[in-house]
């Protein structure tokens, strides 16, 4: 329920220094989300392989389905439902969200993207024009964006936040357009990784104290998604959504950036996320997705087997 795992095991040992240590080096994050209390009942993020078009059995047993995608829905499931619903004959899987981590750190300053920005530059390097960001959509999903942002406001001091989407405490997004958008402060009040990225990719052009500041696509229209504390799998799913839904209703073209991400489940693109991101991006010309490369090397190496046809032993391992 409280979404931990316990590594915790006996440890041959004479001495507590021998013992502590090693008990220390067991002890992991959550990587999976909690149950959270929704209308009095103790529920869960998670996906669910059934047809998104036949989910009356499950909803009849308390589950909130959320969002369709073609071959699964993302839903809140009654904690003491979990295993029934996994034994209905329609569902082919059940998968509790799993927990996602900040990722990025770079900006425009050392990408030279000025000649892509700025007209004359732009003309000089061969291009056909400058390249803004105008009349495209960029979408971000992240956790603490502060949505009163300089960077997001326009010359006159207007928001370029066409649509904000805000987790709330039931696991749904609480959305917000036009006026609705400037009641926001922040999603997480104890982060601003997402003003962060947000701003890298399309934050307004600024100059403080003589030095100019701005984003990728400083002209770019504004979709951001905000997670809150729970930066989980579904949730993720459900702002790709969003983003990609909003721009298709605007009838532009869309690029969605994700600064966030795992190592967790299958590594063979027959993951939840692998098939959002061919859903929504994967033969749309319109819509591009954008992931982060990770910040894991240093704290969460992978280690895997090796497999030599042919060969007698195939356990040569590597990380």
Request: charged share 20%.
């Amino acid at each position: 329920r409280d979404g931990r795992i316990s590594l915790d095991m006996e440890i041959d040992g004479p001495t507590l220094p021998t013992r502590a240590p090693l008990l220390r080096a067991r002890q992991v994050e959550r990587v999976i989300a909690p149950a959270q209390v929704v209308n009095g009942v103790e529920m869960v993020s998670a996906f669910i392989h059934i047809d998104p078009n036949a989910t009356a059995q499950i909803e009849s047993m308390g589950v909130i389905v959320q969002e369709r995608f073609k071959k699964f829905v993302v839903a809140m499931i009654p904690v003491d439902k979990i295993e029934s619903v996994a034994q209905i004959a329609a569902v082919k899987q059940v998968n509790v969200a799993r927990k996602t981590n900040l990722h990025t750190d770079m900006s425009r300053f050392y990408t030279n993207t000025l000649q892509v920005l700025d007209y004359n530059n732009a003309i000089a390097s061969g291009l056909p024009c400058a390249f803004t960001g105008k009349g495209i959509v960029v979408g971000v999903i992240d956790t603490g964006i502060d949505f009163q942002h300089a960077m997001f406001m326009d010359a006159d001091g207007n928001s370029r936040i066409k649509q904000a989407y805000v987790i709330n405490d039931s696991g749904s997004f609480d959305s917000y357009t036009g006026e609705t958008v400037y009641s926001l402060t922040t999603d997480n009040i104890g982060n601003s990784h997402g003003t962060h990225t947000a701003t890298i990719a399309a934050g307004s052009d600024l100059t403080y104290n003589g030095i100019n500041y701005g984003g990728m696509a400083p002209e770019a229209d504004l979709v951001l998604v905000g997670l809150g504390a729970d930066l989980y799998e579904t949730y993720i799913a459900m702002g790709i959504k969003h983003v990609f839904d909003y721009a298709d209703s605007q009838d532009k073209p869309a690029v969605c950036s994700i600064s966030l991400g795992s190592m967790w489940g299958p590594h063979d693109g027959t993951g939840e996320m692998n098939e959002v991101f061919a859903e929504y991006a994967g033969d749309n010309p319109n819509h591009i997705l954008v992931m982060s490369a990770g910040n894991s090397a240093s704290y969460s190496p992978s280690v895997g087997f090796e497999y030599v046809e042919g060969e007698a032993s195939a356990e040569a391992p590597f990380c």
